[in-house]
């Protein structure tokens, strides 16, 4: 493990792009970075512009407009980024699969790191999905 | 020879990495205690070097039609002008009686150049959200740098003295009223400097995300980051050994312990009052230190003059 990935996986911080989504999983994010889960702790805050970050959330379906903006942010995010689907919408289009506006998985344009499904998540399953993707960047 | 040990001391001790790791050591300080006013655990001691090493292995994004070299430059400006008053104050605090007349006055427009740097970044970067960042920030500067000057003015008429050693060597500006209301001023002004609650109308996160440092990403933002914090160390020092008597380390361990307290309780004073203070608008903020600010500023100095 190099000290770069050391120093990434102790200060990832997240910007949160909700493409689409019921906003219930974006309810679910929020409340994952509340005092009572304090996810500061390790480092992880919520920023502001895509230029900042290290973890590119994408939580609900990406429809045809909705998934040329999140290839855009991915393109404008410095690398390295890690790219994180929360939600059954974001990881497989759940049950929006047979609608006329879904572009299809959104992992055709953006690689995606981790998929975190749930309708929506918990918290406590995010904070799951985030110890084993320190573990993957890791390389264990 | 003399002009390397100078060289060393800006670059050591006490000029850019002493300022650094102290000033990333205060912004810890601020997270942590901003952390258990909320109920949380806060993140550890190294976390903001944490922050600082990943910004430096991130990708640094020059955004289509910047002005490249200024948008690259503009954030040592800001870093070189901090270490430099880190340096000047340490020496006067630390080294009495080898500083030359006016160095306050030198100091004063050294605490200018951060935010300047940032206003040129942010106007740099071709970013709408920026440049109404950055115009913010020159609206701030305007509004807080008249009262704070008049602030400084109380403990040099009262000294009096435009040299930084003697009026830190002089009697404590707070020990008479006009030195009280000085330093209540000073410190509505360091807030400001610092762009912390209730006044970060530059930065804004909820309506203009990140503002003047929106489009920065990578080593221009970690260098962002330290100066923003070797701000946060060094003006706390400068309005201890200004207002406050001075920080006497050499005195024994009660002295440095003395400075210490000074020097924490000024900024988690500063702390306190931003995660229990709104945002104000950036008129509001403008009216506040032309208006109130200035005019205690002001009967501040007029009392000084009478002696008081």
């Given amino acids: 493990m190099s000290f770069a990935v050391n120093a990434l996986t102790r200060s990832l911080w997240v910007f949160h792009l909700a493409g689409s989504a019921c906003n219930n999983c974006d309810i679910e994010i929020l409340d994952t970075l509340t005092p009572r889960y304090d996810l500061e702790r390790f480092g992880i805050i919520l920023v502001g512009s895509i230029r900042h970050a290290d973890v590119l959330l994408l939580s609900g379906i990406f429809n045809k407009k909705a998934a040329l903006r999140a290839k855009r942010l991915y393109d404008a995010a410095p690398k390295p980024v890690v790219v994180v689907a929360i939600g059954g919408c974001a990881c497989s289009g759940h049950m929006f699969q047979n609608s006329y506006n879904w572009d299809g998985p959104i992992n055709r344009l953006i690689p995606v790191d981790a998929y975190l499904p749930g309708c929506p998540p918990k918290p406590e399953a995010m904070i799951a999905a985030l110890v084993k993707l320190v573990a993957k960047l890791k390389g264990k | ?308």
């Fill in chain 2, 1 to 308: 020879m003399e002009a390397v040990w100078l060289i060393v001391q800006a670059l050591v001790f006490p000029g850019l990495l002493f300022a650094a790791v102290g000033g990333l050591l205060t912004s810890w300080v601020d997270r942590k205690v901003t952390a258990r006013l909320q109920m949380r655990v806060g993140p550890p001691w190294l976390q903001p070097f944490y922050d600082v090493i990943k910004l430096m292995i991130k990708e640094t994004c020059v955004p289509a039609g910047s002005v490249k070299w200024l948008f690259l430059t503009a954030p040592l400006l800001g870093l070189s002008a901090a270490a430099l008053a880190s340096l000047i104050l340490w020496r006067a605090l630390l080294l009495p009686g080898q500083g030359f007349s006016g160095d306050l006055v030198v100091m004063l427009y050294l605490l200018t150049m951060p935010s300047l740097a940032v206003v040129l970044g942010a106007f740099a970067s071709r970013n709408p959200l920026a440049a109404l960042g950055g115009s913010r920030e020159m609206k701030l500067m305007l509004a807080y740098e008249l009262p704070f000057v008049l602030a400084v003015l109380v403990p040099v008429v009262r000294t009096p003295t435009f040299r930084l050693d003697e009026l830190v060597a002089g009697p404590p500006a707070v020990a008479a009223p006009s030195g009280v209301l000085a330093l209540l001023v000073a410190l509505l002004c360091m807030q400001a400097k610092l762009t912390l609650v209730p006044f970060d109308a530059p930065e804004a996160e909820t309506e203009l995300a990140g503002g003047a440092y929106i489009e920065y990403s990578g080593p221009p933002l970690a260098v962002f980051k330290t100066t923003r914090a070797m701000m946060l160390f060094t003006l706390p020092v400068f309005l201890a050994a200004v207002f406050c008597g001075g920080m006497r380390f050499t005195a024994g361990p009660g002295g440095a312990a003395a400075a210490l307290g000074k020097f924490l309780g000024l900024v988690v004073l500063s702390i306190l009052l931003r995660n229990t203070a709104p945002r104000l608008r950036i008129d509001h903020a403008l009216k506040f230190f032309w208006g109130p600010v200035t005019a205690v500023a002001a009967l501040a100095v007029v009392l000084a003059l009478a002696g008081w």
